[in-house]
T-cell receptor
């Protein structure tokens, strides 16, 4: 089975540009998470969706960040305009909702550098 | 609010020995899941093991076992027979609810494990 698929794997962009990160969750999973990881802050939960609906976006740092999940198989995280402090690894993860467990599986991450 | 505490920023272990990575958690929920993930230097987050709050037996997956002490709110990871490839960052995590009610997740700050040859 395919795991969580993220694109792009690496992105270098200039300050002020729009960045869009994409995620395809594991088929059948009903929860999707966006995390950001930096050396300074560690792993931060930005937002999570259940059944395509945003449940908690309290981790989204500011209005420059937005996330959507138009259907069960696709989500985007957009940064507009981007700033150098947004440089980080952005992980998408999906989780099942079965009685046997609710494990969260991560994609390989999108490594973003804003110069 | 949920909180995960990993008190060991770094740990060393000799190859072939066992090592325990500590994790304590705080939650008011009765239903929750506990997880451990491994993050090698390449950056991916690899799921290792899961324990549900209602599971009476400690979870095991190969060389990994989770020492679950519910009353003490601890969920320590035990790695037996350490290998050089076990050198990585290890994260403890908790997810509120279980099954169809599973929700938000919380991660600890991680423990860096170094296996010495």
């Amino acid at each position: 089975d395919a795991g969580v698929i993220q694109s792009p794997r690496h992105e270098v962009t200039e300050m002020g540009q729009e960045v869009t990160l994409r995620c395809k969750p594991i088929s059948g999973h009903n929860s999707l998470f966006w995390y950001r990881q930096t050396m300074m802050r560690g792993l931060e939960l930005l937002i999570y969706f259940n059944n395509n609906v945003p449940i908690d976006d309290s981790g989204m740092p500011e209005d420059r960040f937005s996330a959507k999940m138009p259907n069960a198989s696709f989500s985007t995280l957009k940064i507009q305009p981007s700033e150098p402090r947004d440089s980080a690894v952005y992980f998408c993860a999906s989780g099942g909702a079965t009685q046997s467990g609710n494990t969260i599986y991560f994609g390989e991450g999108s490594w973003l550098t804003v110069v | 609010a949920q909180k995960i505490t990993q008190t060991q920023p770094g740990m060393f272990v000799q190859e072939k020995e066992a090592v325990t990575l500590d994790c304590t958690y705080d939650t008011s929920d009765q239903s929750y899941g506990l997880f451990w993930y491994k993050q090698p230097s390449s950056g991916e987050m690899i799921f290792l093991i899961y324990q549900g709050s209602y599971d009476e037996q400690n979870a095991t997956e190969g060389r990994y076992s989770l020492n679950f002490q519910k009353a003490r709110k601890s969920a320590n990871l035990v790695i037996s027979a350490s290998q050089l490839g076990d050198s990585a960052m290890y994260f403890c995590a908790m997810r509120e609810g279980q099954g169809t009610n599973a929700g938000k997740s919380t991660f600890g700050d991680g423990t860096t494990l170094t296996v010495k040859p």
